[in-house]
T-cell receptor, first 113, second 109 residues
Framework: EAQVTQNPRYLITVTGKKLTVTCSQNMNHEYMSWYRQDPGLGLRQIYY???????DKGDVPEGYKVSRKEKRNFPLILESPSPNQTSLYFCASSRGGGSSPLHFGNGTRLTVT | GEDVEQSLFLSVREGDSSVINCTYTDSSSTYLYWYKQEPGAGLQLLTY?????DMKQDQRLTVLLNKKDKHLSLRIADTQTGDSAIYFC?????????FGPGTRLSVLP
C-alpha cells in the first residue's frame, strides 16, 4: 500500500533533549516536506527536499534540522526542543513539487515540557 | 509571497449543500487542491483542479475556479455527518505548496 509513515505518533519529552521524528515513503517520490500544525495558524512548512541531498528551509525552520540521505527517508531532528515546538507535525511527499498532489503521514503529536 | 485564505468555520444541516471558499494571491498557480482532515488523522487529498479549468465535478464534490478573481470553492452536495472535518485549500507555488488555514465544517443533524 502506498503510504507515508511517521514515527512515533505521540511523543512527550523535556526541554533540551534531542529527538528525531522519522518519515518514510514507499512511492519513490522525489519531493518530501515537513509541516507543523497549530490551532489558528494552519499548516506551516518547516523544511522541504526536492531530492536526495537537496533540502531547503520553509517558513518556520528555526530549531529544526533535516537530512535526505536516501530518497525514501526524511527525518526531522530537534537538537534542543523547547516548549514552543509543542505541535502536531506532518510529513508529506509527492512525485514532483507542486504539479502533483501531496501525500501525508498520520502525524506526530509532540509535547515538550 | 503567496497567501491563501479561507473562512475558519462553516455549519450546515445534514442533507444541505456546503460551500467552502478560498482565495489565493499567486496568479501563476498551476494546480489548486482541496484536502480533508478528520480528527486525529493526516490530510487526505479530496480533489484538485488544473488552472485552465473552470469546474470539476466528482460525485458529490464540485470545484469551481474563478482565475480572474483568484477564487476557488468546494461544494459538497447532500452533506452528511461523515463530512464533518477541516478542509484545506492549497496552491502550488513554484515547486512548493501553500496551505490555507483550514475551514472547520460542522454538520448538524
Amino acid at each position: 500500500e502506498a503510504q507515508v509513515t511517521q514515527n512515533p505518533r505521540y511523543l512527550i519529552t523535556v526541554t533540551g533533549k534531542k529527538l528525531t521524528v522519522t518519515c518514510s515513503q514507499n512511492m519513490n517520490h522525489e519531493y518530501m516536506s515537513w509541516y507543523r500544525q497549530d490551532p489558528g495558524l494552519g499548516l506551516r512548512q518547516i523544511y522541504y527536499s526536492m531530492n536526495v541531498e537537496v533540502t531547503d528551509k520553509g517558513d518556520v525552520p528555526e530549531g529544526y534540522k533535516v537530512s535526505r540521505k536516501e530518497k525514501r527517508n526524511f527525518p526531522l531532528i530537534l537538537e534542543s526542543p523547547s516548549p514552543n515546538q509543542t505541535s502536531l507535525y506532518f510529513c508529506a511527499s509527492s512525485r514532483g513539487g507542486g504539479s502533483s498532489p501531496l501525500h501525508f503521514g498520520n502525524g506526530t503529536r509532540l509535547t515538550v515540557t | 509571497g503567496e497567501d491563501v485564505e479561507q473562512s475558519l468555520f462553516l455549519s450546515v444541516r445534514e442533507g444541505d449543500s456546503s460551500v467552502i471558499n478560498c482565495t489565493y494571491t499567486d496568479s501563476s498557480s498551476t494546480y489548486l487542491y482541496w484536502y480533508k482532515q478528520e480528527p486525529g488523522a493526516g490530510l487526505q487529498l479530496l480533489t484538485y483542479i488544473f488552472s485552465n479549468m473552470d469546474m470539476k465535478q466528482d460525485q458529490r464534490l464540485t470545484v469551481l475556479l474563478n482565475k480572474k478573481d483568484k477564487h476557488l470553492s468546494l461544494r459538497i452536495a447532500d452533506t452528511q455527518t461523515g463530512d464533518s472535518a477541516i478542509y484545506f485549500c492549497a496552491d502550488n507555488y513554484g515547486q512548493n505548496f501553500v496551505f490555507g488555514p483550514g475551514t472547520r465544517l460542522s454538520v448538524l443533524p
